[in-house]
């Protein structure tokens, strides 16, 4: 079984940065595809970024490239989402996600289904 605990969510004005984790426990001797997903208030969850925990190829939403980077420290088991130039849009619940794999699709990595498990995941408020 994996766990998933996310932390590093918080309050910050617009243009402000943040970093979130997400502490993996459990058969680390697996590979994952491993992601962030995101839902604000009314709205669906929806994905943020997707990798691979054996490297490769990272993935991300239109809405957020060239402001987050994901990436993981395996040593650590820890998956990371660092988030620069926020925006009020960027406000909503992050969550982490994972799924036992060979690898992340390009065409369904952002596809809440795929998952099996799932963090509790942390505010994100942007403030203007």
């Known amino acids: 079984q994996v766990r998933l605990v996310e932390s590093g969510g918080g309050s910050v004005q617009t243009g402000g940065s943040l970093r979130l984790s997400c502490a993996a426990s459990?058969?680390?001797?697996?590979?994952?595809?491993m992601a962030w997903f995101r839902q604000a208030p009314g709205k669906d969850r929806e994905g943020v970024a997707a990798?691979?925990?054996?490297?490769?190829?990272?993935y991300y939403a239109d809405s957020v490239k060239g402001r987050f980077t994901i990436s993981r420290d395996n040593a650590k088991s820890t998956l990371y989402l660092q988030m620069n130039s926020l925006k009020p849009e960027d406000t909503a619940m992050y969550s982490c996600?994972?799924?036992?794999?060979?690898?992340?699709?390009?065409?369904?990595?952002?596809?809440?289904?795929?998952?099996?498990?799932w963090g509790q995941g942390t505010q994100v408020t942007v403030s203007s």
């Open positions: 990798l691979y925990t054996r490297g490769g190829s990272t």
């Open positions: 996600a994972a799924v036992r794999a060979y690898g992340c699709s390009s065409g369904s990595w952002s596809s809440l289904g795929i998952y099996n498990y």
């Open positions: 459990g058969p680390t001797y697996w590979s994952y595809c």
